[in-house]
């Protein structure tokens, strides 16, 4: 497969990712399994280490699938394709807002966009909860919770009250920890 | 300018490398570097770039590091913060396809990873906390919060559609406070710590 037909099918990817690496899940599937890139296992098998492996987890398919397809020229062009739509794009937005920024109807919409931000981080958070601490799908129903990661989390949330240190600290401590503790 | 290309370059290579289990790490990251150790940008500014990234095209770890890196340096920031997101992905990739595809079957490896989001839930649950102190002034704003916290977990909506319902209410509210003069709801973009 030549280099540019991979980063033209990683443009096309990245530009209708919205919303989230997960939103990408089906596109990719899509253009990897029913385009013939790779089997139905492969696709999982790339999914779980894109999902356990640092970066984000669309940045990281793209790299796996380019370099199974063209080795490493490959990876370099799927990660470039998929990455070229959101510079053009934020760009273009950035340039706009630096001229913008003062305009009462922008200053109105970002009040209101922004503490709807908090809240969609808030939901994240809660996610992330959920699928460590309290090991369930949505809302807490009774004695539904890992006690050892909830101790885990009450070590490490007065350790950063107190200290504040860095958060790449938490994530080292938190794997050291998991590699113990479960 | 090269320096700071470079620092950009830095700061956003190692967020790559630490964003473990999903993008979602990033953004406790990315404020501490950002807004508290360097001032660069303020709480708002951040809160604009996470919100526009999460509605326009592309992914949003992405999105958000080409926002700040255009910021600090224009376009030759958005590249180098750009590249220096994807960088860890590239090599560790490479070398996990190269030799063990099977990492993740690997019981220390998914001890370390369940772990991991212990601490990512402790990371977001005081950014999340930290934010609303900050930034978050008036009923209205609450509700707002509250409102797309509960359109996610509970009613299962996607973040677009949430985000531009909050746009149309902050378009509302810009224009009944200008009729009376009022303050308008959530903060001024003026970096206030």
Known sequence: MSLITIFAVFFRIGLFTIGGGLAAIPLLREELVGGGWVTGSEF???????????GPIGINMATY????????LGSLSATAGMVAPSLIIIILI??????????????????????????????????????SVFLMEW?????????????????????YWKTKTYPVYYI???????VFLF | MIHELIDLYKIFFRIGLFSIGGGYVMFPMLRR???????????????????????????????????????????WGAFAATAGMVTPSLIIITIIAIFFSRLQDNPV?????????????????????SLMKKTVRGALAVMISAGAFLGITWAGFSPIPILLSAAVLGILTGIAG?????ETIGADGDGAK
Not at chain 1, 44 to 54: E, F, G, K, R, W
Not at chain 1, 65 to 72: E, L, M, P, T
Not at chain 1, 108 to 120: C, D, E, F, K, T
């Open chain 2, 109 to 129: 490896v998914q001890r370390a990873f369940r772990g991991i989001r212990v601490a990512v839930a402790v990371l977001l649950s005081f950014t999340v906390v």
């Open chain 1, 139 to 159: 809302f807490p129903g009774f004695g539904w919770f890992d006690v050892r990661a909830f101790g885990l989390f009450l070590v490490l949330a007065f350790a």
């Open chain 2, 178 to 182: 200008r009729k009376k003069s009022a």
């Open chain 1, 65 to 72: 699938a380019g370099f199974k397809s063209a080795s490493f």
């Open chain 1, 172 to 178: 080292l401590a938190g794997g050291l920890a998991g």
């Open chain 2, 33 to 75: 570097e950002m807004v508290e150790d360097r001032a660069w940008i303020s709480d708002e500014e951040l809160l604009d770039y996470y919100a526009i990234a999460q509605a326009t095209p592309g992914i949003i770890a992405i999105n958000t590091a080409t926002f700040v890196g255009f910021k600090r340096r224009g376009v």
């Open chain 1, 94 to 131: 950035a340039r706009f807002m630096s001229h913008f920024a003062d305009h009462p109807v922008v200053r109105s919409i970002l009040s209101g966009v922004r503490p709807a931000a908090i809240g969609l981080i808030a939901a994240a958070a809660w996610f992330v909860l959920s699928n």
């Open chain 1, 44 to 54: 999982i098998d790339m999914l779980a280490v894109s999902q356990s492996t640092p």
